[in-house]
DNA sequence: TATTTATCCTTCCGGTTTAGTAGGAAAAAA
DNA sequence: TTTTTTCCTACTAAACCGGAAGGATAAATA
């Protein structure tokens, strides 16, 4: 049961953003490669979503770069996973019952779902701000 | 970030060895495979690892099957998937700090051993018996 | 205007994992 | 000796993972 890298880097990735945020000059995925030793080329395929989702704003050329386009108390880890991984729950019904046939009479519905909860309230509710000064 | 089918499976395997526990006649596959509407060569395969693990005890021929090696409360969730998924942990430096090159001065770390931490204490310190009354 | 620095866009690919299936051997009970 | 059940070894199609490749476009700078 991993996270998968696009998970691992995306939320690396937006650390480096969230500690930028306020500054004059946005950030560019080369400088974020080099701090985090991540190819740019990988970079540029997780951030894609990221600015697709609306979290982050982008500025093209020289001096060009990224930037958060809310706060960093504002985004949550659980949002940059869900972009990044997909629905993160640990076993599909607990967001989708119809993933399991037996679902009525099932014997572990719910203890996944507790495990669900357990992630979602210790790190997916957590903000960029929170997980910076933690 | 997906438990597999081994996971999920061998832990519905377990809770019907686990109500069945103490009953005179062991519980075979056959009767597990038609209750859990899983085939029986895939839960054959499911099974070698736990016996292996001494989890579980076996009687062959007629009138066989499989009982728990130990009582429900002494066998938790976490074992289970320990054996079947490997380390369960969703990033894997948590339990092997040389899985990451930046480990020292990385960003998230402390975020994953917090979300490991709560899934370890929600349903892997869980016992058999605890899930079968949840 | 030419160059440099960046983002943006599409495609491809080898390796691993997943979720089983298949076929039969060995043992125990009836 | 037939049936039931575990035990053992292989095999595989499909999906997923972790990127790399190659270039187009836009903006700043010299
Ligand atoms: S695992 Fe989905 S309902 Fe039991
Ligand atoms: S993800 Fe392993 S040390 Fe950061």
Redesign the interface.
């Known amino acids: 049961?991993?996270?998968?890298t696009r998970?691992?880097y995306g939320?690396?990735l937006m650390?480096?953003l969230a500690?930028n945020y306020g500054k004059k000059t946005p950030l560019p995925l080369t400088e974020i490669a080099r701090r985090?030793?991540i190819s740019v080329k990988y970079l540029e395929q997780l951030i894609i979503p990221l600015k697709a989702a609306g979290l982050i704003e982008s500025r093209r050329g020289a001096h060009g770069g990224y930037v958060l386009a809310k706060d960093p108390d504002e985004i949550t880890?659980g949002q940059v996973?869900q972009i990044l991984?997909g629905n993160?729950?640990?076993?599909?019904c607990v967001k989708d019952p119809s993933f399991c046939?037996?679902y009525e009479t099932?014997?572990?519905r719910?203890?996944?779902e507790?495990?669900d909860?357990?992630?979602s309230?210790?790190?997916c509710e957590?903000t960029l701000k929170e997980?910076?000064s933690?």
């Open positions: 049961m991993k996270l998968s998970g691992r939320t690396r650390l480096q500690a985090e030793e880890i996973l991984e993160i729950s640990p076993v599909p046939i037996k099932c014997n572990t719910k203890l996944w507790t495990m909860k357990a992630i309230k210790s790190v957590m997980a910076l933690a």
